[in-house]
């Protein structure tokens, strides 16, 4: 509506309505609503400007905990803290201000190059650059996470095929919300018949918690994308109280061990137990293993032992500009691993 206080009377109602009690079957059932508002013209012009608009105030509801929140109130508020991150990202993706940056995975058996992660990075023209820590969990509560996502594929496909990779595989992260979207694995590939990249090259990284979301939905994606070739990693594995369930319904080729696990793999040896027990369970079922967050030589040697199968972490390289890694990807064959990890 266009008046916002004869409209604040109509919302409450409904979120009144919505909030109250419901008897199923007998039983009580309360449902939460949270409401962000947004009004024309002061909010936008356009439906797609509007809704946005409405996403960042019902995140802000979401986030403080409130019934209703209206945009206006969001964008006057002196501390806007991720809500103003989340308003500048529609912006940040016209203006280019999104960039990929890479970091290698190595074969712990010959050194070679496995895998490259794709990992987003943004430059904000006022706070400098954000970790993908600070938006990508806001975006996620939007309809930005599809185009970013998608600028990531396209952006990395096209960059491993100009660095002429040869066989490397690519890894790229996937949010819950694109693992229920229906039209999400036909976008993948369409993206990749676009590039020319091949599908049995590129790996998504899904965590736990993106996968029982919405378990039939994310097996139906899943499944689509792995039929076409298309890999799939679980990220972050050992974190989640549903590791082994997922392991169950789910077939996958790939699982990274968390980085909390690996630190300490040389001073704890529970944490050591364990990683060696998630290596031992994964091969057994046919998968194989990469271990995050490997950062010196103590621990590359321990995975070794352990059977790990590829290493990925600041000890091995830094996630680089995609200038940097064509000269890294071209050097590779002049550094031997020992001292690379020793030395970085």
């Known amino acids: ?122 430059q904000h023209p006022e706070h400098g650059s954000i970790p993908p820590s600070e938006f990508i969990g806001v975006a996620e509560q939007t309809d930005l996470i599809g185009p970013i996502t998608e600028l990531v594929l396209r952006a990395a496909t096209v960059g491993m095929i100009t660095a002429s990779a040869g066989d490397v595989k690519l890894a790229v992260n996937v949010s819950a919300r694109s693992l229920q979207d229906a039209s999400f694995a036909d976008e993948v590939l369409g993206v990749l018949d676009k590039s020319g990249f091949p599908p049995a090259r590129l790996e998504l990284e899904v965590t736990e918690r993106a996968i029982v979301t919405n378990v039939e939905r994310s097996t139906y994606t899943i ?49 050591r137990l364990i990683v060696a027990s998630l290596i031992g369970l994964a091969h057994e079922l046919g998968l194989d293993v990469v271990a995050e967050g490997v950062e010196n030589a103590e621990i590359w040697n321990a995975l070794t032992t352990l059977g790990c199968d590829v290493a990925q972490g600041y000890g091995i390289a830094r996630p680089m500009a995609f200038p940097d890694l064509r000269g890294w990807l071209s050097r590779w064959n002049d550094v031997r691993v020992d001292e690379l990890v020793i030395t970085q």
Not at 24 to 46: C, K, M, N, R, W
Not at 223 to 251: C, M, N, P
């Open 1 to 122: 509506g266009t008046d916002p206080v004869r409209s604040s009377g109509e919302i409450v109602a409904i979120h009144n309505a919505i909030s109250a009690p419901h008897a199923i079957e007998g039983f009580p059932l309360t449902v939460g609503v949270s409401i962000g508002v947004a009004t024309a013209p002061g909010d936008g012009h356009t439906a797609a400007e509007l809704l946005r608009a409405a996403d960042v105030a019902m995140y802000k509801a979401k986030r403080c905990g409130t019934p209703i929140e209206f945009y206006d109130n969001c964008i006057k508020s002196p501390q806007r803290g991720r809500l103003s991150l989340l308003s500048d990202l529609s912006e940040a993706l016209a203006e280019h201000q999104l960039h990929i940056h890479f970091q290698p995975q190595l074969r712990m058996a010959d050194g070679a190059v496995d895998t490259v992660e794709a990992l987003i990075r943004w």
């Open 223 to 271: 499944s689509r994308l792995r039929q076409e070739g298309v890999r799939i990693a679980i990220d972050d594995f050992g974190v989640g109280y549903s590791s082994y369930q997922t392991l169950r319904l789910l077939d996958v080729d790939r699982v990274k061990i968390d980085r909390d696990f690996v630190a300490a793999l040389t001073t704890e040896p529970r944490d």
